[in-house]
Structure formats: C-alpha cells, structure tokens
C-alpha cells in the first residue's frame, strides 16, 4: 500500500495545464545514488563542501578542488537516472510544456531525456576558463588529473558549477522565472527549501496563479507553504502521477463518474 494519497485537486489541475514547472532539489539524485558529499568518504571526509567549493580555495589550491571534483565526477558517472527522473520526462507526453528547473549539477535530469533543464547550480560536466570564460570540453567520460589550461588563454579551467558566494548564471535564473511565472503547476521535488534564491521558484509560480504540490518524504519549509503535499519518493510518487494521468487522459469523466445520471 502506499503511504500517500494523490489529491484530486492536483490530477485535475495537472490533466487540464498547459504548462509545468518540475523544481528539483538533491533529494531526486539521491534517489539515484548520489551522495551528498557531506559524510565520510576517505580522504575527502576531513574537508568540508563549504572549504573545497569556493573560488579562494581553488584558487589557493587548483589541483585539490579540481581532485574532490574528479572524485565526485567518478561516483556520477557510475549513477543512473532513477524513476522520478523518467516520470518527468513522461510528463512531457501529456502536458504541452514542461520545464524542469534543477538545483541538482549532476545532469541526470538531462541523461533520462528532459528537454527544456535550467540548471541553477551548474553542471558538474562541463567547465570553463576561470579568466577568458571559455568552455572547455573534457570529453564525455574523460577525466583529467591535473587542472587544465584553456585553449585560447592558458588560464586555469574550473568547473562549471555554482560555488558557495556565487551569483547563479543569469540567463539559467530568467529562464527558471519565466518558467515557474507560466506555470499552471509547479511540483517541487526531493527539495528542502532552504537554499535561496533557488528555493523562491515555488512562490514565484504560485504567486503568479499555479498550484504548487510539494513531493518529499519528510515535511519542510516548502511542504508547509504548498498547497498540496504529499510525503513520499519521487520515484513511487511520479510514477502515479504520470498513470493516474494517462488514465484520466483515456477516460476525461474518470473523476466524475455520477455525473451525466
Ligand atoms: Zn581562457
């Protein structure tokens, strides 16, 4: 049996939007395997994320953060995309548009088949020139022991990610806003809400008229402000929702069976 209950408010909701905003948080990797780099993993254990991902630190030590990258890199590449992940790009079969907005840097939304991704925090795969601002491409599943150099300038290559005291990418924010601004719905997921301004795309959705539905297995800032929340896995819980829909989608009166009588 499940431990949760999908409300009829947001199947209707979901059945009848033109337009989705998906806001996922590190929860969704979890699910996948991915760890939060926060416990106890060799040598990497006596380092906190707050001393490694930051400009100064790598900065001051470019091979130590461009080594916990690749360790971290290494433990992604050997991950895969989990139900949840799928469930959102079934989402893209029933609803007109849906966006995926991810504070997750480690592409898997991406992998699983999501077509429009704005990525808050980054992408762990990609890196650019920390002076010209150039790309610079590793190659899919290529690693590199020492830091790189940049093509054009020679400056140190770093990854492409948001560290702690960084602005998030402009054009990756516009977009998210615009997203969750359009939005008829907006699901977060295997969030905590805590990390601003990420955690503000919800209230930017629902102040603009969508529902937001909160998908967690345990209640946070976020669930409190929804207007649905439902404690479980994004792996069983979107999964339901995508059949519940298809289902209402192959029988529209499904959700009002007395009527017509
Ligand atoms: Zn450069």
């Given at each position: 049996?499940?431990?949760?209950?999908?409300?009829?408010?947001?199947?209707?909701?979901?059945a009848a939007a033109d337009s989705v905003v998906v806001?996922?948080?590190?929860?969704?990797?979890?699910?996948?395997?991915?760890?939060?780099?926060?416990?106890?993993?060799?040598?990497?254990?006596?380092?906190?994320?707050?001393?490694?991902?930051?400009?100064d630190a790598f900065l001051r030590n470019p091979q130590l953060v461009w080594e916990w990258y690749t360790h971290r890199r290494a433990i992604i590449a050997t991950v895969q995309p989990n139900a949840g992940h799928r469930a959102v790009v079934a989402l893209e079969k029933l609803i007109p548009r849906v966006a995926v907005v991810t504070q997750n840097i480690d592409n898997l939304h991406r992998r699983a088949g999501?077509?429009?991704?704005?990525?808050?925090?980054?992408?762990?795969?990609?890196?650019?020139?920390?002076?010209?601002?150039?790309p610079h491409d590793i190659g899919p599943g290529k690693t590199s022991a020492g830091v790189p150099r940049c093509a054009s300038c020679g400056g140190?290559?770093?990854?492409?990610?948001?560290?702690?005291?960084e602005m998030l990418p402009d054009d990756e924010w516009d977009a998210a806003v615009r997203a969750a601004s359009g939005a008829d719905v907006c699901l977060s997921v295997g969030t905590s809400g805590v990390v601003y301004p990420a955690a503000s795309i919800p209230?930017?959705?629902?102040?603009?008229?969508?529902?937001?539905?909160?998908?967690?297995p345990e209640p946070g800032p976020l669930s409190e402000t929804a207007?649905?929340?439902?404690?479980?896995?994004?792996?069983?819980?979107?999964?339901?929702?995508v059949t519940r829909l298809e289902e209402l989608r192959a029988r529209p009166n499904i959700t009002s069976p007395e009527e017509g009588h």
């Open positions: 049996m499940s431990s949760y209950a999908l409300p009829r408010l947001l199947l209707e909701r979901l806001f996922t948080g590190a929860g969704m990797s979890a699910e996948s395997g991915v760890p939060t780099f926060r416990g106890a993993e060799g040598i990497w254990s006596r380092f906190k994320p707050e001393e490694l991902a930051t400009m999501s077509t429009v991704v704005h990525e808050l925090h980054g992408n762990i795969e990609r890196n650019y020139c920390v002076t010209c601002g150039t140190l290559v770093r990854p492409d990610v948001v560290w702690f005291g209230a930017i959705a629902r102040k603009a008229g969508a529902l937001h539905a909160d998908v967690n207007d649905v929340f439902i404690k479980g896995l994004a792996g069983a819980v979107l999964p339901d929702l």
